[in-house]
């Protein structure tokens, strides 16, 4: 198995074990929503704050690689990919629809990595009411995901600019 993949399926399967470890500890009423910040601002139930973040981690451990399942399907024509009809040919197809899909799971693994973090701001700050909360534990994943992404773009659109 990929890296990749491995990476994206461990990090689902950690993630719905925490929110299935923590759903007995958190009270009634759950911290959802943060000011700019980093004070909780909305709230939500516990059952509901699990249900919808399990379901947006299923969601997103299926899209990733689902996206590459998608172009492996979808006529050349409709791809949108610098030198698409080169890395299209029949010689190199098989190559370029690994590399997409590698390329998807990692943006998967990274996207999960920003949920995680962000459901443990929700978390520790519903285990401890009234509790400063920097917002640097909010703007930091973001900044760091903000940062993967472009850094992200620029490999996968150089990747595909260049005929090698």
């Given at each position: 198995m990929r890296p990749s993949r491995l990476?994206?399926?461990t990090l689902t399967l950690l993630v719905l074990l925490e929110l299935a470890y923590f759903y007995p500890r958190l009270p009634d009423t759950v911290a959802s929503h943060f000011n700019a910040a980093g004070q909780a601002d909305g709230w939500s139930s516990k059952a509901a704050f699990i249900q919808?973040?399990?379901?947006?981690?299923?969601l997103l451990a299926i899209l990733f690689p689902g996206i590459s399942w998608l172009v492996a399907r979808l006529p050349v024509g409709l791809?949108?990919?610098p030198n698409r009809e080169y890395w299209f040919a029949e010689e190199?197809?098989?190559a370029t629809l690994s590399t997409i899909q590698q390329q998807m799971?990692?943006?998967g693994v990274a996207t999960l990595l920003l949920l995680i973090a962000i459901l443990q701001v929700s978390i520790v700050?519903?285990?401890t009411p009234g509790a400063a909360m920097s917002a640097a534990a909010m703007w930091l994943p973001l900044a760091g995901y903000l940062i993967f992404m472009v850094v992200w773009?620029?490999?996968f659109i150089g990747r595909f600019y260049r005929k090698t």
């Open positions: 990476a994206l399926l919808v973040n399990a379901v947006i981690i299923l791809i949108n990919m190199r197809r098989a799971e990692w943006l700050a519903s285990l773009t620029a490999t």
